[in-house]
């Protein structure tokens, strides 16, 4: 059982334009939500997080927000550009982060100039 | 920057060979985690330490996979006999308990069996 859900596997968005990444979760348990990014032959770094306390944070172009009664997360990247294309994790761990983090199974973000 | 270092990115072995990997984390550390990226499952936990304890293992197949950390700056993962499903990329990622700025990960190893 998936408890934590990236259902689209894959976006395109054009250079400039905001693209949407979206998580939804079912261990109401979580506390901590991050997001990672991967390029291929890397490993995943870590891009942006969120605690349950807040329902948005900012970091330069990227926002993450949190919907805790809906169980979701979202990731906005504004604007997009043709190096944030990669494939985007989206983790949640309980216990303030001291748990291992729970993946889903990625969305690959293109963006085209 | 520091960095998690992964021994070998890339490994072919045939089924029934003792694969090995090898991960150093980043230094001050206390927390590490050995995952395996399949096209099917995602990113699934094998295993994770905390100041070198195992904490769980509860996502390896006992009877071939174990993983170890004999000091602070080394943590292995094995697999004997390795089998064609055990194909995959494993990453190691590190980082403190409480880990708010999330875990770094390494690059990988490439595991291929055949």
């Known amino acids: 059982d998936q408890q934590v859900k990236q259902n689209s596997p894959s976006l395109s968005v054009q250079e400039g334009r905001i693209s949407i990444l979206n998580c939804d979760y079912t261990?109401?348990?979580?506390?901590?939500f991050l997001w990672y990014k991967k390029y291929p032959a890397e490993g995943p770094t870590f891009l942006i997080s969120?605690?349950?306390?807040?329902d948005k944070n900012e970091d330069g172009r990227f926002t993450v927000f949190l919907n805790k009664s809906a169980k979701h997360l979202s990731l906005h990247i504004v604007p997009s550009q043709p190096g944030d294309s990669a494939v985007y994790f989206c983790a949640a761990s309980h216990d303030s982060g001291n748990t291992p983090l729970v993946f889903g199974k990625g969305t690959r973000l293109s963006v085209i100039a | 920057d520091a960095r998690v270092t992964q021994t070998p990115r890339h490994k072919v072995t045939e089924m029934g060979q003792e694969v090995t990997m090898r991960c150093q984390p980043i230094?001050?550390?206390?927390?590490v985690f050995w995952y395996r990226q399949t096209m099917m499952q995602g990113l699934e936990l094998l295993a994770y330490?905390?100041?070198?304890?195992?904490?769980?293992d509860s996502g390896m197949p006992k009877d071939r996979f174990s993983a170890e950390m004999p000091d602070a700056t080394l943590a292995t993962l094995k697999i004997q006999p390795s089998e064609p499903r055990d194909s995959a990329v494993y990453f190691c990622?590190?980082?403190?308990?409480?880990?708010?700025?999330?875990?770094?990960f390494g690059s990988g190893t490439r595991l291929t069996v055949v």
């Open positions: 330490f905390r100041n070198r304890a195992p904490l769980d």
């Open positions: 990622a590190s980082g403190l308990s409480g880990g708010v700025y999330g875990y770094t």
């Open positions: 969120i605690s349950s306390i807040k």
């Open positions: 261990n109401s348990m979580f506390d901590y």
């Open positions: 230094l001050g550390h206390n927390t």
